[in-house]
């Protein structure tokens, strides 16, 4: 089992950008075979999912943040990024990276489960 890891938050003021990282907790283990995710989830709300990118680096974007929000592999595959620009109060959440050993198919990723992190808080005022 893969044990994504999260980094990145912070505290941020409206107009202003983040970039969340995610690797795996064994040293140089790469993502390269599976489907990743970003997920957030507010307080009193839903996970929900942000950004998902396939093996083949296709990727797919919540309607809320697209256009602002990009989400991209490095260092071979071994850190998955979510660049985050224009963050809004809505943006606020804790951000979760899930790696699962599937395929994406329409908005999400399908065929195993998900493999979540711990987390990294993202909050931004007005």
């Known amino acids: 089992q893969v044990q994504p890891v999260e980094s990145g938050g912070g505290s941020v003021r409206s107009g202003g950008s983040l970039r969340l990282s995610c690797a795996a907790s064994?040293?140089?283990?790469?993502?390269?075979?599976?489907?990743m995710g970003w997920f957030r989830q507010a307080p009193g709300k839903e996970r929900e999912g942000v950004a998902h990118i396939d093996s083949d680096g296709k990727t797919k974007y919540a309607d809320s943040v697209k256009g602002r929000f990009t989400i991209s592999q490095g260092d071979g595959k071994r850190i998955l990024y979510l660049q985050m620009n224009s963050l809004e109060p809505e943006d606020t959440a804790m951000y979760y990276c899930?790696?699962?050993?599937?395929?994406?198919?329409?908005?999400?990723?399908?065929?195993?489960?998900?493999?979540w992190g711990q987390g990294t808080q993202v909050t931004v005022s007005s």
């Open positions: 899930a790696a699962m050993q599937g395929w994406l198919l329409g908005d999400s990723c399908t065929g195993g489960q998900n493999n």
């Open positions: 064994r040293p140089g283990f790469t993502f390269a075979a599976y489907c």
